[in-house]
């Protein structure tokens, strides 16, 4: 397997970009899963999960050579290589702010707590909730503690799951505690200072591909 | 505004492109929302968000002709253009199979109730759940109405937050009471019939996006 750059400069990477590796890597996992091939060529992965070959070849080119022309790529050392770059190699821990129905149904969700992310603090400021277990077995601790837990955990991604009218004091409380990667359901955007990733989820974005598919196909509803 | 091909063959479009129309959306709405320019181009559009201008184009007129070279898009125009062929300028009801605390989450989420998209019932298997309230006023209704829901409330997307194991018979009575689009949250693959069109969403995308930008921003923690 070829080496790939270590330090890229993300600056020039888009989120899509980033999102389309997360794509490969389900496919590639799907292939792998189904235990009949070795190799995939762009094409063939763009032909099996409906991609661009193209974009596949530049997406995976970006971050170094990779792949063998004629022959396309090993999917062990594929998974291994996208792996590496969206540094799943290694455990992200996480804490959860707002432990209403979304923080309490995100700290037992299994793609956030399994694998490379582990949930391992629920906090929220409401003196009735402190102390509510979890379907995880957590307990939900008080948000005040925040700079200690993150400190103590070794805790790298805050979770908002707030209102959205305490998303952006939270997210100044994850910034104070050192948090540098904020991932923020609250459907409003929160401003945070240069070095800090912040990630808005928004998920109606998934309905509106729906309503493009009931829109589109022929014949209408 | 220039017309646009009304039924295009949806199965050549990528749910990637699909997912760029909503960003585009999303960025349309923020310049708007400035209120100081009236027209965007391609370009412009691109450096603003850290988007690609050739893609924007093409992402535009697989649709049909619109834009003026050399101007760009009028943002209403180009507002309304998106809104049309995502199928948001009519109201689309959901009906939403899990009570838990996703289901009960989502059934308040303010992008899946408002706007386009609106949640007029929320169903459970579970006997000691029916009839609890919901933070927007629904009451959790039994699942196994789902048929006679769908038909009176004129539901047309099906969304899934039941545990996994769950899912795949939650999508069968879905596809058996004509829903035709299910918004999938269990993490697990659900398989339907030809003409359905469903959507699994996996939050963990968007983990991983940030443990990608943990591990390639310089210097390292």
């Keep these: ?47 099996r999960f409906n991609l661009n070959s193209a974009q596949i070849r530049k997406d995976l080119a970006y971050f170094g050579e990779f792949g063998v022309r004629g022959v396309g790529y090993n999917l062990r050392d594929l998974r291994q290589y996208i792996v590496e770059i969206l540094g799943l190699n290694r455990e992200h821990r996480l804490v959860i702010v707002g ?4 923080g309490t149904a995100l700290c037992h969700y299994s793609g956030f707590t399994g694998g490379s992310f582990l949930v391992v603090g629920v906090l929220d ?54 948090l540098r990667t904020v991932l923020n359901f609250a459907p409003t955007r929160v401003k945070a200072p240069d070095g ?17 598919h009931i829109t589109n196909t022929a014949p209408s509803r």
Aim: aromatic share 4%; hydrophobic share 40%; charged share 25%.
């Design 125 to 178: 400021s409401d003196p009735s909730r402190i102390g509510d277990p979890t379907p995880s077995g957590l307990l939900v601790e008080d948000a005040s503690r925040l700079p200690e837990i993150v400190r103590q955990r070794g805790i790298e991604i805050g979770v908002i799951t707030t209102p959205p009218a305490a998303a952006q004091s939270v997210c100044d409380q994850m910034v104070a505690a050192g």
């Design 1 to 47: 397997m070829a080496a790939y750059k270590r330090h890229v400069d993300t600056s020039t990477i888009s989120d899509l970009t980033v999102a389309r590796l997360s794509v490969y890597l389900r496919c590639v996992e799907r292939l792998l899963d189904g235990g009949d091939i070795e190799t995939v060529s762009s094409q063939e992965l763009a032909r």
């Design 99 to 102: 432990a209403g129905n979304l």
């Design 196 to 212: 800090v990733y912040v990630k808005t989820v928004d998920l109606k974005v998934h309905l509106e591909e729906l309503s493009f």
